[in-house]
């Protein structure tokens, strides 16, 4: 007589059926696109079932992941579930190079003081930021930096993003060897009650580590009348990827030269301030004044070559930050945009381009 199957027996013989009938090991848990026509600007990834965690899915995916990054410079994680500062935390975690996170930024407020998670720039809504590469004029920057959007804009409010590998071929050829060989002198006027103070940018009240922090980096400083500084520091404006060995175009040239601000803004911070007085400028790095046909020539370009696309809540982007810079459009309403950045690079460790 046949003897059953015991119930454990059962189970697993069950178990086994059903991985029988829904084999995952062919089966694609994400696919990837591209938004447009825009081909090598920027790679979408979405989930095929509910239910993944981005986190999980980005630490099993690192090298694919890598690869993809060098590639594009941009990735768009959209339609997995990610609903809070905390899971977007986890995935940044999990997309670092070495499973940390750069906390010691002064430029942004952070979302969550115990977190290494900040708001994004608290800029006039009705005014657009302009491109950058995070970090670019200071001597060090995170390699990685990260958005998530908590809340969509009721009107406008996208995040460009340009290619800087395309923009140093884009570029006049002039213009990229004056950059190359003079490089770049960016100048910060911290006065009371006009941008971050020095206080919050360098974390602390005490003069004397702002200047040990400034020799360290090799920030020139200087203090004038009671409690104004002034820093100014030399960078380069094109440099070679450290990775892909790629030229690019990687500075904060739009969001420090005054002639970038909109008519009326210009004509009201040169009404207050002489022209070494304002809280930001960009020059040659020899000091000498970046000519506006220059810094037109160079908006045409950006303008050019950037794309948009629309938020959606739950989007996470993703960005190389030497190979792509970013900017922000001018929005109506509630927008919510947090960021996280991981993998410094220090400029010392760069290679001459």
Not at 80 to 93: D, G, L, N, R
Not at 114 to 124: D, L
Not at 184 to 205: E, K, P
Not at 327 to 334: I, T, V
Request: aromatic content about 10%.
């Amino acid at each position: 007589m046949k003897q059953r199957p015991s119930l454990r027996e059962s189970i697993r013989n069950n178990i086994q059926e059903k991985r029988k009938i829904i084999d995952l090991t062919h089966f694609d848990l994400t696919k990837s696109y591209h938004l447009d026509d825009q081909q090598d600007i920027l790679l979408v990834i979405e989930p095929n079932i509910d239910g993944i965690n981005l986190g999980n899915w980005v630490t099993n995916n690192k090298e694919y992941i890598q690869t993809q990054l060098a590639k594009y410079g941009a990735i768009l994680f959209r339609n997995f579930p990610v609903e809070s500062a905390a899971k977007f935390e986890e995935f940044a975690y999990a997309a670092s190079t070495n499973g940390e996170l750069f906390d010691e930024y002064g430029d942004l407020p952070r979302d969550d003081p115990g977190a290494k998670v900040y708001h994004s720039t608290p800029y006039p809504a009705d005014k657009s930021i302009l491109f950058h590469n995070e970090s670019s004029h200071m001597h060090r920057w995170p390699m990685k930096i990260m958005f998530y959007c908590v809340q969509v804009a009721e009107k406008g409010g996208s995040t460009p993003i340009l290619d800087c590998r395309q923009a140093y071929q884009a570029l006049d050829s002039n213009i990229i060897k004056q950059m190359t060989e003079k490089k770049l002198m960016y100048v910060r006027n911290f006065i009371d009650g006009l941008d971050v103070s020095w206080q919050q940018f360098f974390g602390t009240t005490q003069k004397e580590r702002v200047e040990e922090y400034c020799r360290m980096a090799q920030i020139d400083f200087e203090w004038k009348g009671k409690n104004q500084l002034t820093t100014r520091t030399r960078c380069p404006a094109v440099v070679r990827h450290p990775y892909t060995g790629e030229a690019l175009f990687f500075n904060q040239i739009q969001l420090h030269h005054i002639s970038c601000l909109d008519q009326a803004a210009r004509a009201s911070m040169l009404a207050m301030f002489c022209q070494h007085d304002l809280p930001r400028n960009v020059y040659y790095g020899d000091g000498t004044p970046i000519e506006d046909s220059v810094i037109s020539e160079i908006s045409a370009t950006y303008d050019q070559l950037a794309m948009r696309f629309q938020w959606q809540p739950g989007d996470v982007i993703l960005l190389d930050n030497m190979i792509k810079a970013h900017a922000r459009d001018p929005f109506e309403g509630r927008r919510k945009i947090l960021v996280a950045m991981a993998d410094l690079m220090y400029q010392k460790n760069l290679s001459p381009c």
